[in-house]
């Protein structure tokens, strides 16, 4: 996905894909991306630096970084076609939650739909006066669709930002599934296996998760936990014997599993380095 040069407006935010309509369209993903990617990748040099580079700042050739907020793009694009369809988030004390209101009805309502996706962005790297009318926008797509530098306004930490989007552009670059449990419990390749062992399957699936969430020991993790049996143990371990036994099962057993413990060891490397020299990356506009 690039996001090349188009006029794009607000109301780009709200096209559904054709064949797809609880998708967003394709001009959907590129506003998107026209109006977060910049602002993303300057909210997170910090952490990109200790999860990507080692510490050393971003140079200009790096493509793993805007990889990195492209997929948060994504993200933000999904997150705003789901509001779309069932209205905005309530609160605890079920009242509709204000940036949402204001976010739906900017990409809703002409003549501010009709908002240049660069106006936006631009807002974002400058302090608007009080009577600024994007004020109110800026405010509300910053707290619920980019990270927060301090991680005060945003549920999710920056680190999480970072970690999901390159765990999803790592396994596209290098072949491995982004959601292993949503293979066994769709692929024709394990229609079968679904059949002879649905306790396994629903058991793996939960190691799998596991290791996604960084397990050392998945199976124990899952296996040691309240309420598993001796028959649970059994059921994921004739569910393993018969995967092993069928090539592309084993194949893609081995190769899911390889991807997420070497992420893991690569990520654990990368957790606790020092932050160095992450000045790098200037604002885009400024």
């Given at each position: 996905?690039?996001e090349?040069?188009a006029?794009?407006?607000?109301r780009?935010l709200?096209e559904?894909?054709s064949?797809?309509?609880d998708?967003?369209?394709?001009?959907?993903?590129h506003?998107?991306a026209?109006?977060?990617?910049h602002?993303?990748?300057?909210?997170?040099?910090?952490e990109?630096?200790?999860?990507?580079?080692?510490g050393p700042?971003c140079?200009?050739?790096?493509?793993?970084?805007?990889?990195?907020?492209?997929?948060?793009?994504?993200w933000?694009?999904?997150?705003?076609?789901?509001?779309?369809?069932?209205g905005?988030?309530r609160?605890s004390r079920?009242?509709?939650v204000?940036?949402?209101?204001?976010?739906?009805?900017?990409?809703?309502t002409?003549?501010r739909?009709e908002?240049?996706v660069a106006a936006?962005r631009?807002?974002?790297?400058?302090r608007?006066p009080?009577n600024?009318?994007?004020?109110p926008?800026?405010?509300?797509?910053a707290?619920?669709l980019?990270?927060?530098?301090s991680?005060a306004?945003t549920m999710?930490?920056t680190s999480?930002?970072v970690?999901?989007?390159?765990?999803?552009v790592?396994?596209?670059?290098?072949g491995?599934?982004?959601?292993?449990?949503?293979d066994?419990?769709q692929r024709?390749?394990f229609?079968g296996?679904?059949?002879?062992?649905?306790r396994?399957i629903?058991?793996?699936?939960?190691?799998l998760?596991?290791?996604?969430h960084?397990?050392?020991?998945?199976?124990q993790?899952?296996?040691?936990?309240?309420g598993?049996s001796?028959?649970?143990?059994a059921?994921?371990?004739?569910?393993l014997?018969?995967?092993?036994?069928?090539?592309a099962?084993?194949?893609w057993?081995q190769r899911?599993?390889?991807?997420?413990?070497?992420?893991?060891?690569?990520l654990?490397?990368r957790?606790?380095r020092p932050?160095?020299d992450?000045?790098g990356?200037?604002?885009p506009e400024?």
């Amino acid at each position: 996905m690039l996001e090349g040069t188009a006029d794009w407006r607000l109301r780009h935010l709200t096209e559904a894909d054709s064949e797809h309509p609880d998708r967003p369209a394709e001009r959907a993903y590129h506003a998107m991306a026209a109006m977060v990617s910049h602002r993303f990748l300057h909210l997170t040099r910090a952490e990109r630096a200790r999860q990507v580079h080692l510490g050393p700042r971003c140079g200009p050739d790096c493509d793993l970084c805007w990889d990195i907020a492209l997929a948060h793009a994504v993200w933000a694009a999904n997150k705003v076609r789901r509001q779309l369809r069932d209205g905005p988030p309530r609160t605890s004390r079920g009242e509709e939650v204000r940036d949402w209101v204001r976010i739906m009805e900017w990409i809703r309502t002409p003549p501010r739909d009709e908002t240049e996706v660069a106006a936006v962005r631009h807002a974002f790297f400058h302090r608007l006066p009080p009577n600024d009318p994007l004020l109110p926008l800026v405010h509300a797509v910053a707290t619920q669709l980019l990270p927060s530098a301090s991680g005060a306004r945003t549920m999710r930490r920056t680190s999480d930002f970072v970690g999901d989007a390159r765990r999803s552009v790592l396994a596209q670059r290098q072949g491995w599934s982004v959601k292993p449990g949503r293979d066994l419990s769709q692929r024709v390749t394990f229609a079968g296996f679904r059949a002879r062992h649905p306790r396994g399957i629903e058991l793996l699936r939960d190691v799998l998760k596991r290791l996604d969430h960084g397990a050392v020991d998945p199976y124990q993790a899952v296996l040691g936990r309240e309420g598993t049996s001796e028959a649970d143990r059994a059921a994921l371990l004739a569910l393993l014997r018969d995967m092993f036994a069928d090539d592309a099962a084993r194949d893609w057993f081995q190769r899911e599993v390889d991807a997420r413990q070497s992420y893991n060891e690569d990520l654990a490397r990368r957790r606790y380095r020092p932050i160095e020299d992450v000045d790098g990356l200037t604002d885009p506009e400024g």
